[in-house]
């Protein structure tokens, strides 16, 4: 596989996960439906603010993607593209991060109040796919 064949699928992957993403931050917490503050705004924030501001972080992290398939396309230094991929891998787990965040403060702790402590095994499971 060429270098730009694995930045084309890299690309595509990261591409899926941006989706997926923007479609678990569109989506109900289905774990925790029937806890109030989930189904409430405060989720992403009153305002919606967090939420517009995670759509925004996505949209750059996709132009930063876009641009690293330019570098890789006119044979850019390789010590430029893996400087821009690290930027990119950064600007997810600041993603992550924030997502992470919110969850916690608002759906984990919400449902440890109402007694759903199995929210705890699914925070740990995802603890360990984000640090993988």
Request: with cysteine.
């Amino acid at each position: 596989m060429s270098g730009k064949e694995g930045i084309r699928m890299e690309k595509k992957k990261a591409e899926k996960e941006i989706k997926a993403l923007e479609q678990e931050i569109n989506a109900k917490c289905a774990k925790c439906a029937h806890v109030d503050i989930c189904e409430s705004e405060k989720k992403y924030g009153k305002d919606g603010e967090s939420k517009k501001k995670l759509l925004n972080r996505l949209a750059r992290i996709e132009g930063q993607i876009r641009g690293l398939e330019k570098m890789v396309d006119e044979d850019k230094y390789c010590i430029d593209v893996l400087t821009q991929s690290s930027a990119i891998t950064s600007a997810m787990n600041s993603f992550n991060k924030e997502v992470l965040t919110n969850h916690i403060r608002n759906c984990v702790t919400a449902n440890i109040k109402a007694g759903n402590d199995e929210i705890v095994e699914e925070m740990l499971d995802m603890l360990q796919k984000l640090m993988r």
